[in-house]
């Protein structure tokens, strides 16, 4: 039970710091491109405490691994600050600022999946991991890797692997507050009044897509989720 209880606050943890350096990779970003927005608001930190936000970072996650048995979860972190009209590329510049969260994410994925690959544990055990974890099945787990530091470590990175690529890929969804919709309003000429009405109903919008559309974005998920496992076997 206690081996359990340890894997779960390392879900727990791993979820959070992985949302708070996509927040950072934002804020970075968008000093590169000119604005010191968010490095004056003292954001550019690997300091957790900087970026946590009590209700979505902390609340949110817990009382959703509460709530099912410490299966899923999910949160944010407080957005980092910067103000596009500083940027040197006034078209591309908030895509790329809003991208840097993402691409963070992907980056992270497949330093742990290079890292997974390296442990030398056999592959049945690795596939097994992988699985459990997919179904946060915490005590299949605690099971298999009982006794083997490799294992241990190897169920770490498959952990941080899933919620890197959970995060990339939801963030690249178009659709207001998402990362996505940045590319979207660069890409496409929408205009002003548009973009308003997008962000300002952006949640209903969101909730809607995720109600209607589950089957394409586990479909998404599911593909890079068997993608970057695959290269941590």
Sequence with gaps: MLSEIILIIFYFLILIYSIIIHEVSHGVAALWLGDNTAKYAGRISANPFKHIDPWMTIMVPFLM????GGRIA????KPVPYNPYNLKNQKWGPAMVALAGPASNILIA???AIGA???SIPSAIKIDIINNVRLADWSAISQVITGS???I??????IAIFWNILL?????IPIPPLD???LLFAILPIKIETMAIMEQFGFIFLLIFILVFPGPLSLILNFFWLLFFGLAI
Excluded: P, Q
């Excluded at 691994?65 to 099912?68: A, G, H, Q, S």
């Excluded at 999910?74 to 972190?77: D, E, N, Q, V």
């Excluded at 470590?153 to 498959?158: M, Q, S």
């Design 180 to 182: 996505g919709s940045k």
């Design 168 to 172: 990339a890929i939801f963030n690249l």
């Design 149 to 151: 530091t490799g294992s």
């Design 110 to 112: 497949i330093i742990f």
């Design 117 to 119: 690959k390296l442990i």
């Design 153 to 158: 470590f190897f169920t770490f990175f498959i």
């Design 74 to 77: 999910f949160g944010g972190a």
């Design 65 to 68: 691994l509460l709530m099912t």
